[in-house]
């Protein structure tokens, strides 16, 4: 069994609040908002950070970018618009080691981010 949160909510094993899911990605609603909408998407493969994203995952990643609009769209906030994150490593404020996107509207976004 992995310690990884976020592969244990792609097996199902820990509950999500799920928007929506591919063969390749999920998306759940983060369990601690930072907006009024505030979305992860995770691939189903464990790739720790963006750092250690490779060439082959290049299709993976763009799945993530695609089913964050798609998320953005079911969930109403899209034309209104939103932000999308991808925090890496410490600096990033990366908290879980399985890359995520954030997707994150219903409100307005301050820029830069702190
Ligand atoms: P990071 O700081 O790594 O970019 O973002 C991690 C995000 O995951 C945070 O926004 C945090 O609220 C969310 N999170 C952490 N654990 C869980 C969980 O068990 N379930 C859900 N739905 N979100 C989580
Ligand atoms: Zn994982």
Redesign the pocket.
């Known amino acids: 069994m992995t310690d990884c949160?976020f592969c244990r909510?792609a097996e199902g094993e820990?509950s999500?609040?799920v928007i929506l899911e591919t063969e390749s990605v999920l998306a759940?609603?983060?369990?601690?908002p930072?907006a009024p909408h505030?979305a992860?998407v995770i691939p189903r493969r464990h790739i720790a950070t963006l750092d250690e994203a490779e060439p082959d995952d290049r299709s993976l990643l763009g799945d993530m970018m695609l089913a964050g609009a798609e998320v953005a769209r079911q969930l109403g906030f899209a034309k209104k618009g939103y932000r999308t994150v991808l925090?890496c490593n410490h600096n990033g404020?990366?908290?879980?080691y399985h890359i995520?996107l954030?997707v994150l509207g219903g409100r307005n976004l301050s820029w830069p981010p702190g």
């Open positions: 949160i909510i820990i999500a609040r759940f609603h983060d369990l601690n930072a505030h992860l925090n404020g990366q908290s879980v995520h954030h």
